[in-house]
C-alpha cells in the first residue's frame, strides 16, 4: 500500500491550465500503476487518466485524450496530471490512486486513495 497526498487544485478559466500532482510514500510506488480519478458534484466518480509503472504506457478517458496528459517521476514518488484547454466540465475533485494492472478504468479497482484536490474551470 501507498500512501497519497494531492495537490495543485485551483481556479482557472476555461481554455486555462492546471497541474495537478500526487506525492506518495513508500518504497513499491513505481511497482503500482497509478491513475487520476475525479468527482463532479452529484456524479458518480469516473476515471481520467492511467500511468503504468515505469511511466512508458499511458491511457485516457475519451472525454480528456488530447487535452490532459498523465506522467510520473519514480525518482519522486510522484505522478502528475496536465491539463489542458479546461472546460467547465472538467470542474471535480481529482484524486489519485493505485491500483494493481495496467490499464484499469474500472473505479472500484483501484485502492489507497489520496484525499483528492478541487479542480473549477469557470466559464
Known amino acids: 500500500q501507498v500512501q497519497l497526498v494531492e495537490s495543485g487544485g485551483g481556479l482557472v478559466q476555461a481554455g486555462g491550465s492546471l497541474r495537478l500532482s500526487c506525492a506518495a510514500s513508500?518504497?513499491?510506488?513505481?511497482?503500482?500503476?497509478m491513475g487520476w480519478l475525479r468527482q463532479a458534484p452529484g456524479k458518480e466518480r469516473e476515471f481520467v487518466a492511467t500511468?503504468?509503472?515505469?511511466?512508458?504506457?499511458?491511457y485516457y478517458a475519451d472525454s480528456v485524450k488530447g487535452r490532459f496528459t498523465i506522467s510520473r517521476d519514480n525518482a519522486k514518488n510522484t505522478v502528475y496530471l496536465q491539463m489542458n484547454s479546461l472546460k467547465p466540465e472538467d470542474t471535480a475533485v481529482y484524486y489519485c490512486a493505485a491500483t494493481s494492472a495496467y490499464p484499469i478504468v474500472t473505479v472500484k479497482m483501484y485502492h489507497s486513495w489520496g484525499q483528492g484536490t478541487q479542480g473549477t474551470v469557470s466559464s
Open positions: 513508500g518504497r513499491t510506488f513505481s511497482s503500482y500503476p
Open positions: 500511468i503504468n509503472g515505469g511511466g512508458s504506457n499511458t
